[in-house]
């Protein structure tokens, strides 16, 4: 089968996360709306909580599945292999759960938590975690392009049935479990449908010799052994931080936080689309040994990339009090400083990723593992200092102060390994990160001008959706014109600019739509 390039593969995936962007917007309004701040707490503390666990039962197979994939996308017995890991994975998931039911442990480490939830969470997410792995595949199997038409149509839905449920007054905890199950279910369908389609995933044979399941057992093992003390650290700690906001806030302070994760989380949509994509395509050259050809792609995409976080960032730092209003009432206006600190956090997921991606594709998992390690380490103590009460030596800052942890800590963290992947790459690192600083200032400058002329002089009097509305053309329409005089500032250089404007002239779109 013919691969779609790198580019168009991109594309595809970046137009269909505007439209999850606009989904997820739409679906954010409404859930934590519908909720209240206490069972959208609730909910968010099991989901996180059995993801951890799911991370955890994982141990980077995933990851090592994707990449080995990208490198031999048309060996059989791999797919089947992992289809072995997976199915043991789940039972042991799901094991553990019935384990701490029936003790003693759930009133510990899920403090007043119905079962029928928990048992409803930790599906959910193994339910997520296949449906993320089939989403791989397609990217490995170079099939981008029909899947994001696919999940396009399928979010449009999705948003449609949460509409409906929240107007006809549906929604609770029990609905909304139900409603991610069908999207999730509908999503992996999708997906087995479209490499099928393919002719992929066709005459697998699921019964493999004793002889090729030992040969992957030691490849998957060389691959992914040095992360078990990472997956387990990062399952330890991780649960620690938002148990700890469960017990000095209560579900309020989750919900809080979690609000704040979730706006966050939606700015980093656009980027987050092109990691599978940058994973397979320096898993490819390392395969090579292609150093050049590694490099070139580090520096052609982290920048733009990173600069288009930013953009969304910033603008959701300064527009909070609006975007909370929408999102959530006022309910959470609370949030509201917590939700403006975890908006800088995807800027520095974004490198997180990329430069992790980075790491894994090149099989230097020992060096991933101990900075992981150090850094979930030295961020525990902090957790503690920022939740904890005062008669506890605290600040009791609940999710502002869980908010302020997770930036800090991966802030220093993404740049220590932004500093080891350019020194591999001998690429300068003080390019990188002065980029990262001037980013942000400058984002934030043209976000904070938008919302002034917006909010002092146009709509003084207007309501909060037409304020962020309108300040968010304005606020694009700045970006536009200063990528046009200034592209070095967004990783891009004048003849991006010129082939792009090349791209969408009419002459070339009446071409496109011909051919």
Known sequence: MRNDSLKKRYFYKLFANFITFGASFFTQMIIPRGLGPQLYGDYNFLTNFFSQVVSFGDMGTSTCFYTKLSRRPNEKSLVSFYFY??????????????????????GVLLPDQKFVYIYFAVGLCILMWISQILNNMVDSFGVTVPAEKTKMVQRVLALIVIV?????????????????????????????WIMRRHNYLLKLKFVLPVRKILYYLRDFYNYTH???????????????????????GGSFEQGFYSLAFQVGAICIMFTGAMTPLFTREISIAFKKKDTVQMSKLFSRYVPILVSITAYF??????????????????????????????????????????????????????LYRNMGIFF???????????????????????????????????????????????????????KYFVHQITNIVFFLF??????????????????????????????????????????????????????????????????????
């Open 85 to 106: 890991i997976v199915t043991v994975i789940s039972l042991a998931i799901l094991i553990f759960a019935v384990v701490i039911t029936v003790s003693s442990a759930h």
């Open 164 to 192: 409906v449920i929240f107007i006809f007054n549906w929604l609770n905890l029990t609905s909304l479990f139900w409603y991610q199950y069908a999207v999730y279910l509908s999503l992996g369908a999708a997906f087995i």
């Open 226 to 248: 040095p992360l078990f003390m990472y997956f387990l650290v990062g399952v330890i700690v991780n649960t620690l931080d938002r148990w700890l906001l469960q017990i000095f």
């Open 313 to 366: 960032s910033c603008f959701v730092a300064v527009e909070t009090e609006k975007i909370i209003y929408i999102t959530g009432g006022e309910k959470y206006k609370a949030a509201a400083l917590a939700t403006a600190i975890m908006a800088f956090y995807p800027i520095y997921q974004t490198y997180g990723q990329l430069s992790s991606s980075f790491f894994l594709a090149s099989d230097q998992t020992k």
């Open 376 to 430: 979930l380490i030295a961020g525990l103590p902090l957790t503690y200092f920022l939740i904890a009460p005062r008669s506890m030596f605290g600040l009791n800052a609940g999710a502002t102060g869980l908010a302020i942890k997770m930036v800090a800590i991966q802030f220093v963290g993404v740049n220590c390994m932004l500093y080891l992947n350019a020194k591999f790459l001998k690429i300068s690192f003080w």
């Open 446 to 515: 043209l976000a904070f001008f938008a919302s002034f002329v917006i909010d002092r002089i146009v709509l003084p009097q207007g309501i909060n959706f037409l304020k962020l509305l309108f300040a968010g053309m304005v606020y694009t329409v700045m970006v536009i014109i200063c990528g046009y005089f200034l592209p070095l500032m967004y990783g891009l250089n004048k003849s991006d600019i010129r082939n792009f404007i090349n791209k969408i002239s009419p002459v070339n779109l009446t071409k496109n739509a011909q051919s």
